[in-house]
């Protein structure tokens, strides 16, 4: 449409042409599912968390349009940088990012976060990937920009990464540490990053779960109603569970995890289907192997009538 009407030399404003340049980055100038498919999309949305590759379409109609703008502004570039970046055609992002701020643009938080989140792929070992981060926060603090959850989520998925590595854990507790002094709450999100850094199988046994558990029970319990902030939170339910039982070993734990998952509104965070059974095989295991056999089959029952068919391998 955009097309014919520059063929038909029809003045498109800025506004609109802003617009269409966030939907076309975004989507990576495809179309998407439509929004009535809910089920399709339910069982399609782990395919396209994250791109494992460059997927971004060099010179198609996002290139385009971007260029298009006589002046690009913050907004432009944020638009473009954010599409390269979602699907991994990092070294141009990164080029266009410097490229913005030489030109004294000030780029919103998102950027930034979205840069902080592509660390591992061009930067090698612990120490060169912590001074990135290190870096890219001390532009935010220069330019006076704000840190948000989304900050906090994309340093501890880095650091989760770097598990390895003997200074992760501390760093980790160091960023929470300094993140709640400008406000910024954990999200669901931001614990499981947690419990997949310090919850290694090859690893020491650890009980931050309970820690977490304590801290997401006190929230809860003084009106506090969890709500989604990162596309990850959906992760954090059935990464517990499986920490209950792998790692600890603790049905108790595993009761608690399942009483806070049926609080309010928190089932929403149960992810997709796969996760939805990873969830539950991981529950019913450790409830089978704890508990007496009754009580195994009083929990199975309305589960296997609603969301959960055991499986053979369990």
Same mark, same amino acid.
């Given at each position: 449409?955009?097309q014919?009407?520059?063929? $038909?030399?029809? %003045?498109?404003?800025?506004?609109?042409k802003?617009?269409?340049? %966030?939907?076309?980055?975004?989507?990576?100038?495809e179309?998407s599912?439509p929004e009535?498919?809910?089920?399709?999309?339910w069982?399609?949305?782990?395919?396209?968390?994250? #791109?494992? *590759?460059?997927?971004w379409? $060099?010179?198609?109609?996002?290139?385009?349009l971007?260029?298009?703008?006589?002046?690009?502004?913050?907004?432009?570039y944020?638009?473009?940088?954010?599409g390269?970046l979602?699907?991994?055609?990092?070294?141009?992002?990164?080029?266009?990012f410097?490229?913005?701020?030489?030109?004294?643009?000030?780029?919103p938080?998102?950027?930034?976060?979205?840069?902080?989140?592509?660390v591992?792929?061009?930067?090698?070992?612990?120490e060169?990937?912590?001074q990135?981060?290190i870096?890219?926060?001390?532009?935010?603090?220069?330019?006076?920009i704000? #840190?948000?959850?989304?900050?906090?989520?994309?340093?501890?998925?880095?650091?989760? &990464?770097?598990?390895?590595?003997?200074?992760?854990?501390?760093?980790?507790?160091?960023?929470?540490?300094?993140?709640?002094?400008? +406000?910024?709450?954990?999200?669901?999100?931001?614990y499981?990053?947690? &419990?997949?850094?310090?919850?290694?199988?090859?690893?020491p046994t650890s009980?931050?779960?309970?820690?977490?558990? $304590?801290?997401?029970?006190?929230?809860?319990?003084? +009106?506090?109603?969890? *709500?989604v902030?990162?596309?990850?939170?959906n992760?954090?339910?059935s +990464?517990?569970?499986?920490?209950?039982?792998?790692?600890l070993?603790?049905v108790?734990?595993?009761?608690?995890?399942?009483?806070?998952?049926?609080?309010?509104h928190?089932y929403?965070?149960i +992810?997709?289907?796969?996760?939805?059974?990873?969830?539950?095989?991981n529950?019913?295991?450790?409830?089978m192997?704890?508990? #007496?056999?009754?009580?195994f089959?009083?929990?199975?029952?309305p589960?296997?009538?609603q969301?959960?068919? #055991?499986e053979?391998?369990?």
């Amino acid at each position: 449409m955009y097309q014919r009407l520059e063929k $038909d030399n029809v %003045e498109v404003g800025d506004e609109l042409k802003q617009s269409l340049l %966030e939907l076309v980055c975004y989507y990576n100038c495809e179309d998407s599912l439509p929004e009535d498919l809910l089920e399709e999309r339910w069982f399609t949305q782990s395919k396209h968390l994250v #791109p494992k *590759h460059n997927m971004w379409k $060099d010179n198609d109609f996002a290139e385009t349009l971007f260029k298009s703008f006589p002046e690009p502004g913050a907004a432009q570039y944020a638009s473009i940088i954010q599409g390269m970046l979602k699907y991994n055609q990092v070294e141009r992002a990164l080029s266009l990012f410097e490229e913005a701020k030489g030109k004294g643009l000030t780029l919103p938080v998102f950027v930034y976060n979205l840069v902080l989140g592509k660390v591992n792929f061009v930067k090698e070992g612990f120490e060169h990937r912590m001074q990135m981060i290190i870096d890219v926060l001390t532009e935010m603090n220069v330019a006076r920009i704000s #840190p948000t959850v989304d900050t906090l989520n994309e340093i501890l998925n880095q650091l989760s &990464l770097m598990a390895s590595f003997r200074d992760s854990k501390k760093m980790a507790l160091k960023t929470l540490s300094e993140m709640r002094k400008f +406000g910024v709450k954990p999200s669901l999100a931001s614990y499981n990053h947690l &419990l997949y850094l310090f919850c290694r199988d090859r690893g020491p046994t650890s009980g931050i779960l309970y820690s977490i558990l $304590d801290e997401l029970e006190s929230r809860v319990h003084s +009106g506090e109603t969890i *709500h989604v902030q990162d596309m990850r939170d959906n992760q954090f339910f059935s +990464g517990a569970m499986e920490i209950a039982r792998r790692h600890l070993s603790d049905v108790s734990c595993a009761y608690r995890i399942d009483k806070l998952l049926h609080i309010g509104h928190n089932y929403n965070f149960i +992810g997709e289907s796969t996760r939805e059974s990873a969830y539950y095989r991981n529950f019913f295991f450790l409830v089978m192997s704890r508990e #007496p056999f009754e009580t195994f089959v009083e929990l199975l029952r309305p589960s296997c009538a609603q969301v959960y068919s #055991p499986e053979k391998s369990s």
